[in-house]
């Protein structure tokens, strides 16, 4: 099967929904990060120190390297980011600002090509004596994507020639020759970075450094298991079910055939395989894809597109383990997903791919941020009691309201990253075709024809394209059917046409002129959900989903315990547009009963079930949770 090719040079957003969200990280988002990569926030806020490590490591300030060992990376996620946002948003003074971070980064590189504050800071002797854990591929790998974006964006080398000036010292260093280390990053990402960078230069080494990562990993004798000998390291994971899984490396990628251990390790190393297979057109590769890919989406992923069900390791833990209250789904493993999908839309052109990144993007990625842009969940519970949180130290990591930063802040710029690309998310191309996979109103330019979306999606599935051309094209316009859309008409030029999906896309094969329309209505109703009955955790739970969204119940709307809502009915449900809610959603209203607490002193009775009476509910999309003060949070109810 073929791919559905690459994203389109010239895709441009301008969406009701997905505006906000955008608009509100370049006024908000991306000025407050900056800000705390400065350490300019709150005295109550966690430090960050990214920015003054660098000024440190490059001799222009004194002091100790502060934060984790991977603390550089918050800088590179957040300078890629604002590269993806530059093209959109043009900001003279933002790209300043940039450019005076690019700069002090720069002054910080050693002669050598080597780049990491922690041990330019701490001692250089002791660098790279601990790939499993010290993560210095890891900082290699975030830069790597920041120079690329940088430069692919703005034209400037500057952070490019950096990046290429590291990736040759770590060619020199790691590798399959003698003399060199045999190994590879304890956490994954240069791998997907190396294949972004090989796309621009073209450059072979480029593309055996990131080979040779993914089919060295895991292999006899454990590179992880000689270095701690080596070196004395500890092995923090010994004792643990996971062991070398934890780090993605417990076997060659060929044999794994589950999503194990760390999840944002395992989404960033599927993503970089799935690049490295397409690029080599290694079939047994492809098929590990697969078989993770499978493992990931039908089996461990929860409705919203978290990933992770449990906080040790932050990790997955086994095939259909949901746990709504203590699930880890961080919010970068989520992101993870969706680099992971759309490199596997890369290799198969089938609608499941774009099916989880549309899961994920509407869901529990953006749960992540509060909706003013200064504020994010590391955490993407289902369940939430907020003195749970605070009482019950297996559910510490879980928050009850968003935090304005973190000691180890991966997911904020994660967030600023994402949906700041959004763009290359929308729409695929190959010589012969135009694939549709998220509707996103704006433009899609691809194989001579401009393509103009109008939506209200994800409140309506009403998507109308407007056609643009200079002249005839013959070309095919493939949309995608969600996997959640049961009924829908296309029209072209307002004349109903007859398409059966071909793996998940319908196929508008035509030759299009300057004029032509098409209109893909998709019926949108109220969809009473249930798990898959092997999860143990949603047995005989229901929830509501509506188009690519979930729902969950607030105590905002609700009142206190929500465990006492059951007997959901779709009845006399209703659909509204609240313009003046959570920045404007469509919320649903549904009947059902709430079961009464009142007279029960004991703790248990054998007295006959308790009274429920009818009451309304209501319900905000998962996304915009946690917008309006501490209370209970609820996906699943009782049906
Ligand atoms: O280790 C770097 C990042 O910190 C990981 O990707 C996150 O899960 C967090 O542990
Ligand atoms: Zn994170």
């Known amino acids: 099967m073929h791919g559905c090719g690459k994203t389109p040079n010239n895709v441009t957003i301008d969406d009701a929904f997905w505006n906000s969200f955008r608009e509100t990280l370049v006024r908000e988002g991306i000025p407050y990060q900056w800000d705390a990569l400065n350490d300019r926030l709150p005295a109550d806020t966690e430090p960050s120190y990214c920015m003054r490590n660098f000024r440190i490591a490059a001799g222009r300030e004194t002091g100790k390297h502060g934060g984790y060992v991977f603390q550089d990376s918050d800088v590179y996620k957040w300078l890629e980011g604002v590269a993806y946002s530059l093209r959109w948003h043009p900001d003279p003074a933002l790209e300043t600002v940039a450019d005076e971070a690019i700069a002090d980064i720069a002054a910080a590189q050693q002669p050598d090509g080597y780049l990491d504050t922690y041990y330019i800071i701490n001692g250089l002797e002791r660098r790279w004596t601990n790939l499993k854990d010290h993560h210095e591929l890891y900082v290699a790998g975030h830069m790597i994507e920041a120079a690329v974006a940088y430069y692919t964006v703005t034209g400037k080398r500057q952070l490019l020639d950096v990046a290429l000036r590291f990736v040759d010292h770590i060619d020199s260093v790691i590798g399959p020759e003698e003399g060199k280390l045999h190994g590879y990053p304890g956490h994954p990402v240069i791998e997907m970075a190396l294949m972004r960078l090989y796309e621009i230069t073209g450059d072979p080494k480029h593309l055996r450094l990131a080979e040779y990562f993914v089919n060295e990993r895991g292999q006899a004798p454990l590179f992880f298991e000689e270095e701690d000998r080596r070196t004395g390291n500890a092995f923090h994971w010994k004792d643990s079910p996971f062991r070398y899984q934890y ?317 006492l809502l059951r007997s959901l009915s779709l009845a006399n449900a209703r659909i509204q547009w609240e313009p003046q809610t959570l920045g404007g959603v469509v919320t649903l209203t549904t009947e059902a009963r709430r079961e009464s607490k009142s007279g029960w002193d004991e703790l248990y009775d054998d007295r006959p079930e308790p009274a429920a009476t009818p009451v309304e509910l209501r319900w905000i999309p998962y996304y915009a949770w946690a917008n309006r003060g501490l209370g209970e949070m609820r996906v699943w109810i009782r049906k």
Request: proline share 4%.
């Open 247 to 563: 780090y993605q490396a417990g076997k060659p990628i060929r044999e794994q055939k589950d999503a194990e251990g760390h999840a944002v390790r395992a989404m960033y190393l599927f993503s970089g395989v799935a690049d490295v297979a397409r690029e080599t057109g290694d079939e047994s590769l492809k098929q590990a894809c697969r078989d993770l890919w499978k493992s990931t989406t039908k089996r461990r992923m929860y409705i919203t597109g978290a990933v992770g069900s449990t906080e040790y390791g932050e990790a997955f833990s086994f095939d259909y383990d949901m746990p709504n209250d203590t699930v880890y789904g961080e919010t970068c493993a989520s992101i993870g997903l969706v680099f992971f999908a759309r490199r596997m839309l890369m290799l198969e052109a089938k609608s499941e791919y774009a099916d989880v990144m549309e899961r994920a993007l509407y869901n529990g990625i953006i749960s992540g941020m509060q909706l003013n842009g200064r504020k994010f969940f590391y955490v993407n519970p289902l369940e939430v009691v907020p003195e749970a949180c605070r009482m019950d130290p297996h559910k510490q990591h879980v928050k009850a309201e968003r935090q304005k930063w973190f000691g180890c802040a991966c997911c904020p710029p994660n967030l600023i990253r994402m949906l700041t690309s959004l763009e290359d998310y929308i729409a695929t191309e190959t010589e012969n075709t135009t694939y549709v996979h998220l509707f996103v109103g704006g433009r899609i330019v691809s194989g001579g024809l401009s393509l103009d979306v109008t939506t209200r999606y994800p409140w309506d599935g009403n998507i109308h394209f407007d056609v643009h051309a200079d002249r005839p094209v013959s070309r095919t316009i493939a949309i995608r059917v969600p996997n959640w859309c049961h009924a829908f008409t296309v029209r072209v030029n307002d004349t109903l046409v007859s398409e059966t999906p071909r793996d998940g896309y319908i196929h508008l094969v035509r030759i299009w002129g300057d004029g032509d329309s098409i209109d893909f209505e998709m019926e949108m109703p109220i969809r009473l959900m249930r798990a898959n009955p092997r999860i143990r955790k949603d047995a005989g739970l229901v929830t509501l989903c509506r188009g690519p969204l979930v729902y969950c119940l607030e105590e905002a709307d609700n009142g206190s315990d929500l465990h």
